[in-house]
């Protein structure tokens, strides 16, 4: 069945470094790519996507990357922030159906 | 705020018993899709639903039931509850056509805690 990978689990990382999340997927006919960030009780919420016929997606800090080929794809944020503590979930689905997460990356930044 | 509304925010109940929880989707979307998140761990795709019929299934114990109504919000019930029930249930909705993707807009979830 569907399923995704998200690697690693924690991430600690200094104020201003970069930090990189990544994730593999299994079901090849995934076409759509998004990144939840969900802080300490809230809800998630998008924060970047990408579709299969794009190979790099970036907004300000933020930017995504996909390899169809290897079935993979991660997260790059830039000049991390404090703000920027949170569990992020990459997804992958194919068309509406299913969004599959993969099981989060707890990121801390250090000041 | 997502436009999802998500009833109860706390739930608290005993082994053995049988909960119902709510969900409205933001106006125009179709599609409903419900999550569950134990402590500290994933989101973990139970069901999905589009415009009132069953469109995938996940990992959805056979304790576990939901539905869509016509007017498009949609339920799940939880039925022999056990304490490994306890998690945060979230409704996620989003506008897309069959054919197309976008973003899943969350309710802030139910938490049901079984004692």
């Known amino acids: 069945g569907e399923n995704v990978e998200q690697h690693p689990s924690t991430l600690s990382v200094q104020e201003g470094d970069s930090a990189v999340i990544k994730c593999t997927y299994s079901?090849?006919?995934?076409?759509?790519f998004p990144w939840y960030k969900q802080e300490l009780g809230k809800r998630p919420q998008l924060i970047i996507d990408?579709?299969?016929?794009?190979g790099e997606k970036k907004d300000q800090r933020i930017a995504v990357t996909l390899n169809k080929t290897a079935k993979h794809f991660s997260l790059h944020i830039t000049e991390t922030q404090p703000e920027d503590s949170a569990v992020y979930f990459c997804a992958a689905s194919k068309g509406t159906y299913k969004y599959i997460f993969g099981t989060g990356t707890r990121l801390k930044v250090l000041a | 705020d997502s436009g999802v509304t998500q009833t109860p925010k706390h739930l608290i109940t005993a082994t053995g018993q049988r909960v119902t929880l709510r969900c409205s989707p933001r106006s125009g979307d179709l599609s409903v899709y419900w999550y569950q998140q134990s402590l500290d761990q994933g989101l973990q795709f139970l069901i999905q639903?589009?415009?009132?019929?069953?469109?995938a299934k996940g990992n959805i114990l056979e304790r576990f039931s939901a539905q869509q109504f016509p007017d498009l919000h949609s339920e799940l019930n939880l039925s022999s509850l056990e304490l490994g029930d306890s998690a945060l249930y979230f409704c996620?909705?989003?506008?897309?056509?069959?054919?197309?993707?976008?973003?899943?807009?969350f309710g802030e979830g139910s938490r049901l805690t079984v004692l």
């Open positions: 990408i579709r299969s016929n794009v």
């Open positions: 996620a909705s989003s506008v897309v056509a069959a054919s197309t993707t976008g973003e899943l807009f």
């Open positions: 639903y589009y415009n009132g019929e069953e469109r």
């Open positions: 079901d090849s006919a995934s076409n759509y």
